[in-house]
C-alpha cells in the first residue's frame, strides 16, 4: 500500500512539474521590462524573483532607477508585489538617480536583505553595494547604506553555506571577486578572494550549491550576444573548472541569471527581448527547466518561448491561466468543459499562425473581436471579462513582417519596430486600417524612422504592401520605404495634396537578389510638420 501512495505522490509530482513547463506564459512578465533576475524559495515555500527594471521608452542601461518582487507558487501564476526601492531613497546614491542594476536577497535570523548595486558618482570608480532590509520578503525594505571596503563592482550575489556562512560575490570587467560577510550581512570580514577558472567571464555570477559541489553560472564575452556558461568546483572560492555554455544567447546583447531548485525541480531564470523585439534595454525575465548528468554537468537548456496553442488567462498580465483551445468553434458551454469560464478572460496568448475570433454573446454573437497576435491585452481593446464564445483557425496569410499591424505593445514600445534615436512615434488606437491600433507620428521635420529588419532568401520575388494616412493641415510627406535596398519600386509616399484623413493602400514588387537584409522603415520628410500613420505592412514571396 506505501509502494502505491509513494507511486501516486511521485506521479503527481511529475504532472505539476510538466504543468509548470506546459502551461505557462515565458516571458513571465508582460506589463512591464524586467532583467537580472535572481531567485529564491524562502520559508514560506513561494519562489521570489528579484530583477532589475527596464524603462519605457527605452533611454539606455543609465536610467534603469527602481526594482520590483515577483513571487509564484505553481510557476504559472505570477504576483508582482510592487517597487520596493528606488534610486531616490538611496541616499549616498547619485543625484541623477539611474544605474540601479542587477540585485540580489538573502535571508538571515528573521529578516530579508536586499542587495543592490549603484554609483553614488559619475565614474566607473564610484560602483557600491547598497543594502536594504524588511521583515518581509516582498515589501517594507528600508535602505541601511553600502558595504564597505569593495572593489568598486557590480552584480552581487549572496551565497549562504550549509553550514549558515554568508557570501558576498561581485563581478564586472572580468574581475569576480568573493567576500566572507559577518554576522550582520552588511559587512566583509577578511581579505577578497579572487575567483580563478571562470573561462570568459564578463560579469554576473550567480552561486548554488548541489550534491556537495559548488557551482557558478556567469554572462560570458562572446561577441556581440552572450552566451551563459558554468563552473564547478569542490571548494567555495575554487579554483573553478568551466564546463562550458549551458543557456545559448538570445535575441539580445547581454545575459544575466540565476539558477534554483522549487519543488524538486531546478531552473534557470534569464532575460531576453521578446516583448520587445529585440531592443537590448528592453529586456524581459524567463525561466526554463535544468537537467544535471549523473557527473554533476548540466544539459543545454532549451529556450522556450510563449505558447503552442491559444492560452486564455484571468488577469491582464497574462496570469491565472484557465487553459488552451485548438482550431475549432466555441460556445458558452464548450469553453466551460475546457476549463475556460466564460465573461473572465482578460488575455489571450495567440502563437504565430492562429487567428482567434472572439464574441461578447454565447453561439458567436454579438459584438466581437479578431485576433491574430500573440500576447494581447483584452483590456487596452475593451474586450476584457466580456468574451462568451470563440472560434479558432489558422491563418491563410504568410506574412514575413513581425508585429504587421502595430498591435503588441509594452509600456507604449511598439514590439519589432525600433529605433533608439527616434523620438515622436507611438500607437495609435482609433480609425486603423487593419486590427485595434497603427502607428502614429507626431512632429516636426525628418523623423529617426521605425525600423524592422528582414531577412531575405536569395533571388527570390516578394511583394510588399503598406498603409498609409495623413492628417489634415500636415505638411510634407508620410514614407514607408526600405531603407535604399528596394526602393525604385517599394518607396511608398503621400502628402496632403493627395488624400487626407484616409487610409491609402500600397504595393510593390522587387527581387532580392544577393541582398541578404534589409530595413523596412516608417519615416517623413525634411519638410514634414503635423500628424501621419502606418498600418497593416505585409511582405510575402511573390
Known amino acids: 500500500m506505501k509502494t502505491k501512495i509513494f507511486l501516486v505522490v511521485l506521479l503527481l509530482v511529475s504532472f505539476v512539474k510538466i504543468e509548470a513547463q506546459n502551461r505557462r506564459s515565458n516571458p513571465i512578465v508582460s506589463h512591464m521590462f524586467t532583467a537580472d533576475p535572481s531567485t529564491h524559495v524562502w520559508e514560506d515555500g513561494r519562489l521570489y524573483v528579484y530583477p532589475s527594471s527596464d524603462p519605457a521608452p527605452s533611454k539606455g542601461y543609465s536610467t534603469m532607477d527602481g526594482y520590483h518582487v515577483f513571487s509564484t507558487d505553481d510557476m504559472i501564476t505570477w504576483k508582482d508585489h510592487g517597487e520596493i526601492l528606488h534610486s531616490s531613497q538611496v541616499p549616498w546614491g547619485r543625484k541623477e538617480g539611474g544605474f540601479?542594476?542587477?540585485?540580489?536577497?538573502?535571508?538571515?535570523?528573521?529578516?530579508?536583505?536586499?542587495?543592490?548595486?549603484?554609483?553614488?558618482?559619475?565614474?566607473r570608480d564610484t560602483w557600491k553595494i547598497g543594502v536594504a532590509t524588511s521583515k518581509s520578503p516582498a515589501s517594507g525594505f528600508k535602505e541601511q547604506g553600502y558595504i564597505k571596503g569593495l572593489k568598486s563592482l557590480i552584480d552581487p550575489c549572496v551565497f549562504t553555506d550549509d553550514d549558515g556562512q554568508s557570501y558576498l560575490f561581485i563581478?564586472?570587467?572580468?574581475?569576480?571577486?568573493?567576500?566572507?560577510?559577518?554576522?550582520?550581512?552588511?559587512?566583509?570580514?577578511?581579505?577578497?578572494?579572487?575567483?580563478?577558472?571562470?573561462?570568459?567571464?564578463?560579469?554576473?555570477?550567480?552561486?548554488?550549491?548541489?550534491?556537495?559541489?559548488?557551482?557558478?553560472?556567469?554572462?560570458?564575452?562572446?561577441?556581440?550576444?552572450?552566451?551563459?556558461?558554468?563552473?564547478?568546483?569542490?571548494?567555495?572560492?575554487?579554483?573553478?573548472?568551466?564546463?562550458?555554455?549551458?543557456?545559448?544567447?538570445?535575441?539580445?546583447?547581454?545575459?544575466?541569471?540565476?539558477?534554483?531548485?522549487?519543488?524538486?525541480?531546478?531552473?534557470?531564470?534569464?532575460?531576453?527581448?521578446?516583448?520587445?523585439?529585440?531592443?537590448?534595454t528592453n529586456r524581459s525575465v524567463c525561466f526554463d527547466p535544468i537537467y544535471f548528468n549523473e557527473d554533476g554537468t548540466i544539459n543545454m537548456v532549451k529556450q522556450t518561448l510563449g505558447v503552442q496553442l491559444p492560452t486564455f488567462h484571468k488577469d491582464i498580465n497574462f496570469n491565472g491561466m484557465m487553459g488552451t483551445l485548438s482550431e475549432g468553434n466555441y460556445n458558452q458551454t464548450e469553453l466551460v468543459k475546457h476549463s475556460i469560464k466564460p465573461n473572465e478572460i482578460s488575455s489571450i496568448e495567440i502563437p504565430k499562425g492562429f487567428i482567434v475570433e472572439a464574441f461578447a454573446k454565447d453561439n458567436f454573437k454579438g459584438e466581437s473581436w479578431i485576433l491574430e497576435e500573440n500576447r494581447i491585452d483584452l483590456k487596452t481593446i475593451e474586450a476584457?471579462?466580456?468574451?462568451?464564445?470563440?472560434?479558432?483557425?489558422?491563418?491563410?496569410?504568410?506574412?514575413?513582417?513581425?508585429?504587421?499591424?502595430?498591435?503588441?505593445?509594452?509600456?507604449?514600445?511598439?514590439?519589432?519596430w525600433y529605433n533608439r534615436n527616434s523620438t515622436g512615434f507611438s500607437p495609435f488606437k482609433g480609425d486603423t486600417a487593419k486590427g485595434y491600433f497603427a502607428l502614429q507620428y507626431?512632429?516636426?521635420?525628418?523623423?529617426?524612422?521605425?525600423?524592422?529588419?528582414?531577412?531575405?532568401?536569395?533571388?527570390?520575388?516578394?511583394?510588399?504592401?503598406?498603409?498609409?494616412?495623413?492628417?489634415?493641415?500636415?505638411?510634407?510627406?508620410?514614407?514607408?520605404?526600405?531603407?535604399?535596398?528596394?526602393?525604385?519600386?517599394?518607396?511608398?509616399?503621400?502628402?496632403?495634396?493627395?488624400?487626407?484623413?484616409?487610409?491609402?493602400?500600397?504595393?510593390?514588387?522587387?527581387?532580392?537578389?544577393?541582398?541578404?537584409?534589409?530595413?523596412?522603415?516608417?519615416?517623413?520628410?525634411?519638410?514634414?510638420?503635423?500628424?501621419?500613420?502606418?498600418?497593416?505592412?505585409v511582405l510575402k514571396v511573390k
Not at 575567483?195 to 560579469?203: A, T, W
Not at 564575452?221 to 543557456?247: H, Q, W
Not at 498591435?407 to 514600445?413: F, H, P, R, S, W
Open 384 to 416: 476584457n471579462n466580456k468574451i462568451t464564445s470563440l472560434k479558432i483557425s489558422k491563418s491563410k496569410v504568410d506574412n514575413i513582417i513581425q508585429n504587421p499591424s502595430f498591435e503588441l505593445i509594452t509600456q507604449e514600445q511598439v514590439k519589432n
Open 100 to 123: 540601479m542594476w542587477a540585485p540580489d536577497a538573502a535571508y538571515k535570523n528573521g529578516m530579508y536583505y536586499y542587495y543592490f548595486p549603484h554609483r553614488s558618482g559619475q565614474g
Open 442 to 537: 507626431t512632429g516636426k521635420g525628418k523623423s529617426k524612422g521605425l525600423l524592422q529588419k528582414v531577412v531575405l532568401n536569395p533571388n527570390t520575388n516578394y511583394e510588399l504592401s503598406v498603409q498609409l494616412k495623413i492628417k489634415s493641415g500636415t505638411k510634407g510627406k508620410v514614407i514607408f520605404d526600405t531603407n535604399g535596398s528596394f526602393d525604385e519600386t517599394c518607396k511608398f509616399e503621400i502628402d496632403t495634396t493627395s488624400k487626407t484623413d484616409e487610409w491609402v493602400q500600397f504595393k510593390g514588387t522587387f527581387n532580392s537578389a544577393d541582398i541578404k537584409n534589409m530595413q523596412l522603415r516608417c519615416i517623413t520628410s525634411p519638410d514634414f510638420n503635423g500628424v501621419c500613420f502606418w498600418d497593416d505592412v
Open 171 to 280: 563581478g564586472g570587467e572580468g574581475d569576480p571577486t568573493g567576500y566572507k560577510l559577518k554576522e550582520n550581512m552588511m559587512e566583509i570580514e577578511g581579505k577578497p578572494h579572487s575567483i580563478k577558472g571562470l573561462d570568459g567571464f564578463r560579469e554576473g555570477l550567480w552561486m548554488f550549491k548541489r550534491k556537495g559541489k559548488y557551482y557558478i553560472i556567469y554572462p560570458d564575452d562572446f561577441p556581440k550576444r552572450n552566451k551563459m556558461r558554468y563552473a564547478i568546483s569542490d571548494n567555495l572560492y575554487g579554483p573553478y573548472e568551466c564546463k562550458g555554455v549551458f543557456v545559448d544567447s538570445t535575441d539580445i546583447i547581454t545575459m544575466h541569471g540565476s539558477v534554483v531548485e522549487f519543488k524538486d525541480q531546478w531552473y534557470v531564470f534569464y532575460h531576453n527581448g521578446n516583448l520587445s523585439g529585440g531592443i537590448a
